[in-house]
């Protein structure tokens, strides 16, 4: 549970015991949803609570009351069962790169020579371990992945290259597009 939203239960203890056993999501959702999906139908006052939270996720659960036109409880129930159900995976504080030092992004289109699964698994490992690769897709078209690189300058892309990339195996090709300028970065989804 997010601190705030525990700190104004355990504060407000009295009024929230009796939903406890509220709580378990499937008291909320129809897990039956078209096309076999598993995803929990939201209603408007849910796509209320997330687009908040996209905005600023360290709002209290008041203020998030107030904000989404719900009580406190009802948006204190909604939010644990977005949390339980994972359409809430995890709040971050979004820092600034460059002001970390890491002027450069880059896109990198990595082509693979054949697509063994050992192969790949082992190349997506060892993707996911590296801290400069802040995505990674399995793509279609010419790239079987796609990455999205930062680094310092250019002289620590290379050696992230040299280094990495290119000592992956069964690597074929890879092509880097830089970034000249950031026109728009978000992490907000569409509701």
């Known amino acids: 549970m997010p601190p705030a939203i525990a700190d104004f239960a355990g504060k407000n203890a009295a009024n929230f015991g009796s939903f406890r056993s509220l709580l378990k999501p499937e008291r909320y959702y129809d897990y039956n949803c078209e096309m076999g999906t598993s995803n929990p139908p939201l209603d ?3 796509r209320k609570i997330l687009g908040v939270l996209q905005k600023e996720c360290r709002i209290s659960a008041q203020a998030l009351a107030d904000a989404t036109g719900v009580s406190a409880a009802t948006c204190w129930r909604r939010l644990k069962a ?4 994972g359409v809430i995976k995890g709040c971050r504080a979004i820092l600034d790169r460059e002001k970390l030092g890491l002027a450069v992004i880059a896109f990198v289109h990595v082509t693979i020579e054949r697509q063994y699964a050992n192969v790949v698994a082992a190349i997506e490992k060892k993707i996911r371990a590296r801290p400069e690769v802040l995505e990674c897709f399995a793509t279609t078209g010419d790239a079987d992945f796609t990455l999205r690189v930062v680094a310092r300058d250019i002289a620590d892309y290379d050696r992230f290259l040299q280094t990495f990339l290119l000592e992956l195996p069964e690597v074929r090709q890879i092509r880097s597009s ?10 907000e989804l569409p509701l």
């Open 44 to 46: 408007a006052a849910d």
């Open 82 to 85: 977005l949390e339980e159900t």
């Open 178 to 187: 830089i970034a000249l300028r950031e026109i728009k970065a978000t992490t």
